[in-house]
């Protein structure tokens, strides 16, 4: 009987133990779900905090290019009003240059570069586009004839390609080529 007694003694002592113990572990789950709301909570006003920064620095990233662009605009709106009280025209040709220079060197300052392609430079599709083709004796097949406009690249990538005209191959070979296609017509 003192053998029950003790082995039920026993068991109620390990039952208070494990409830102790389940209420220690119940409380420490508790304040680890607490840390892990806040976390997410903070995470989350992380996430909104770095969404409008973002949005700021793109709403504001050019900037910087707009106040070096500000003197370029301020001399060519006097330009306009020389020409309204100035005959020297050349002055004026002169001052609309010197502020094109400036306004050039500006967006230089910021990646954006001009490119102009040289006749008879073969046509590069990235960096041409053709507007169209001739016929010409000196420059040869797929070369440029004529540049209609200057490209330009921001930082090495093209952001606009160069307006040309490509040769089409040599005024000999095209009336040989059409009379080789009359032949093919004649033929079928």
């Known amino acids: 009987m003192e053998d029950i007694k ?7 002592g390990q039952g208070s133990t494990n409830l102790e113990r389940i209420e220690k572990l119940e409380e420490e789950l508790k304040g680890w779900k607490d840390k892990a709301l806040r976390y997410a909570a903070e995470v989350e006003n992380l996430k909104k905090a770095f969404k409008r920064e973002k949005e700021e620095y793109f709403k504001f990233a050019l900037e910087t290019v707009f106040k070096e662009l500000l003197p370029s605009i301020d001399n060519l709106e006097m330009a306009l009003k020389a020409f309204e009280s100035t005959s020297n025209i050349q002055a004026l040709k002169e001052g609309v240059e010197l502020t094109l220079k400036v306004l050039i060197q500006t967006l230089e300052k910021f990646g954006l570069k001009q490119f102009e392609p040289a006749i008879g430079e ?4 990235h960096y041409h586009d053709a507007l169209q083709v001739e016929v010409h004796k000196e420059i040869p097949n797929g070369g440029i004839t004529k540049v209609f406009q200057k490209g330009y690249l921001l930082h090495e990538r093209v952001i606009r390609p160069a307006l040309v005209c490509v040769c089409q191959g040599k005024p000999q070979i ?4 059409a009379v080789e296609e009359e032949k093919e017509v004649e033929n079928e």
């Open 122 to 125: 073969p046509f590069h599709p």
């Open 6 to 12: 003790a082995e039920e003694e026993k068991v109620q």
């Open 174 to 177: 095209v009336k040989e080529e």
